[in-house]
């Protein structure tokens, strides 16, 4: 048996037989990695903020060292470092919180107390409005089942106790999820030399002779998601302050919420910061419709200059991957996975064209 699995073609003959198993049992197979995707995704989501976090901490671990020289107090830096990381990342959502709360309460009572004049001019619009009459006139109500609007309505208040109840479990269930990968992100984080040390053992003992080639990958791919996070957090500082310095120039309400909801949303490449305009027109249209066109028009063109600009600029340099396949990526993950994919393709895209650059250029060498 031995002599067989060291056949040079052993491995591929494994390899074909185990896809053969795969697609002759697909639904099993995809009911299994469903549910281990399901039960690993508090570990996978823990994984994502431990990286996210050790970027911060690295930062800090590097000060503490600079500061404290002695020996004993070596043994905290750790530990300061990670607590100083996520006080950082609390410090941070609660003053975009503080911000942007207050605000949007305040736009919304505005809404709903009578004082905005858009809602009463809509409505008005809507009665006067000539061909919504005629519309109107032509619907024969007599055609209408009642019954059965009936039915529907009923059947609608019925559920929605399933529906709350549904809602409420769903929410304990991501608040738990939270609670699990936030603390197997502190364990990473605490641990992370050790586990280094075991995955490089487990390279040299399994896979002695991929060891240098596994290790230059992965420091690519590391350099590439390091590089675009932090370029991506530049790029949505500069667009919210930005943001908000021409609101405050143009004198248009809730400048400080309006920036900081972009800030947050510019971190989804390219289309984030529409998304964020499309809250601030929301809100800026309450107060008034012609200062909501007014910022319509100035948010196209700053984001008109920050995709052919800023983001090229800070994100394409940063990973060294040229605009144009920045764009290509983004337009890829977004068809393959919405937001998620966006956010996670612009890296993945930039790795691998480093590695194919590095590549052809050894080639053409040889």
Same mark, same amino acid.
């Given at each position: 048996?031995?002599?067989?699995?060291?056949?040079?073609?052993?491995?591929?003959?494994?390899?074909?037989?185990?896809?053969?198993?795969?697609?002759?049992?697909?639904?099993?197979?995809?009911?299994?990695?469903?549910?281990?995707?399901?039960?690993?995704?508090?570990?996978?989501?823990?994984?994502?903020?431990?990286?996210?976090?050790?970027?911060?901490?690295?930062?800090?671990?590097?000060?503490?060292?600079?500061?404290?020289?002695?020996?004993?107090?070596?043994?905290?830096?750790?530990?300061?470092?990670?607590?100083?990381?996520?006080?950082?990342?609390?410090?941070?959502?609660?003053?975009?919180?503080?911000?942007?709360?207050?605000?949007?309460?305040?736009?919304?009572?505005?809404?709903?107390?009578?004082?905005?004049?858009?809602?009463?001019?809509?409505?008005?619009?809507?009665?006067?409005?000539?061909?919504?009459?005629?519309?109107?006139?032509?619907?024969?109500?007599?055609?209408?089942?009642?019954?059965?609007?009936?039915?529907?309505?009923?059947?609608?208040?019925?559920?929605?106790?399933?529906?709350?109840?549904?809602?409420?479990?769903?929410?304990?269930?991501?608040?738990?999820?939270?609670?699990?990968?936030?603390?197997?992100?502190?364990?990473?984080?605490?641990?992370?030399?050790?586990?280094?040390?075991?995955?490089?053992?487990?390279?040299?003992?399994?896979?002695?002779?991929?060891?240098?080639?596994?290790?230059? $990958? +992965?420091?690519?791919?590391? %350099?590439?998601?390091?590089?675009?996070? #932090? @370029?991506? *957090?530049?790029?949505?500082?500069? &667009?919210?302050?930005?943001?908000? $310095? +021409?609101?405050?120039?143009? %004198?248009?309400?809730?400048?400080?919420? #309006? @920036?900081? *909801?972009?800030?947050?949303?510019? &971190?989804?490449?390219?289309?984030?910061? +529409?998304?964020?305009?499309?809250?601030?027109?929301?809100?800026?249209?309450?107060?008034?419709?012609?200062?909501?066109?007014?910022?319509?028009?100035?948010?196209?063109? +700053?984001?008109?200059?920050?995709?052919?600009?800023?983001?090229?600029?800070?994100?394409?340099?940063?990973?060294?991957?040229?605009?144009?396949?920045?764009?290509?990526?983004?337009?890829?993950?977004?068809?393959?996975?919405?937001?998620?994919?966006?956010?996670?393709?612009?890296?993945?895209?930039?790795?691998?064209?480093?590695?194919?650059?590095?590549?052809?250029?050894?080639?053409?060498?040889?």
């Amino acid at each position: 048996m031995r002599k067989l699995f060291k056949l040079p073609y052993a491995p591929l003959v494994v390899a074909i037989f185990a896809l053969y198993l795969a697609i002759t049992y697909w639904p099993n197979v995809a009911g299994l990695l469903k549910t281990l995707l399901a039960a690993a995704m508090p570990l996978l989501i823990g994984c994502v903020i431990a990286y996210i976090v050790n970027l911060l901490m690295v930062r800090y671990e590097g000060l503490y060292h600079r500061v404290f020289k002695g020996q004993r107090a070596q043994r905290f830096a750790r530990v300061t470092a990670l607590c100083l990381a996520y006080l950082s990342i609390v410090v941070v959502i609660g003053v975009v919180s503080s911000v942007v709360a207050p605000q949007l309460v305040a736009c919304v009572k505005l809404l709903f107390s009578g004082q905005s004049k858009v809602i009463p001019q809509f409505i008005n619009w809507l009665e006067n409005e000539s061909f919504l009459k005629s519309l109107w006139q032509q619907i024969d109500l007599s055609k209408i089942n009642w019954t059965k609007v009936q039915s529907y309505l009923l059947n609608g208040a019925s559920g929605s106790f399933s529906t709350v109840m549904s809602t409420a479990s769903k929410v304990v269930s991501a608040l738990t999820t939270t609670v699990v990968a936030i603390f197997f992100s502190i364990y990473l984080l605490l641990f992370k030399d050790r586990l280094a040390r075991q995955f490089k053992l487990l390279l040299t003992t399994y896979l002695p002779g991929q060891v240098a080639r596994i290790l230059r $990958v +992965l420091t690519v791919f590391d %350099q590439s998601f390091s590089s675009y996070i #932090v @370029g991506q *957090v530049k790029d949505a500082v500069v &667009l919210g302050c930005s943001c908000t $310095v +021409l609101m405050l120039i143009l %004198q248009l309400p809730y400048a400080p919420m #309006v @920036g900081a *909801v972009m800030a947050v949303t510019a &971190l989804v490449p390219i289309i984030g910061a +529409l998304m964020g305009a499309s809250v601030g027109i929301i809100v800026i249209f309450a107060v008034s419709p012609v200062k909501a066109l007014i910022f319509l028009v100035m948010i196209l063109a +700053l984001q008109e200059f920050d995709n052919r600009v800023t983001y090229p600029l800070i994100v394409g340099k940063s990973i060294g991957l040229p605009s144009v396949w920045v764009f290509v990526a983004v337009m890829v993950g977004g068809g393959v996975s919405g937001i998620l994919g966006m956010m996670f393709t612009v890296p993945l895209f930039a790795a691998f064209y480093q590695l194919l650059k590095t590549d052809v250029a050894k080639r053409q060498l040889n």
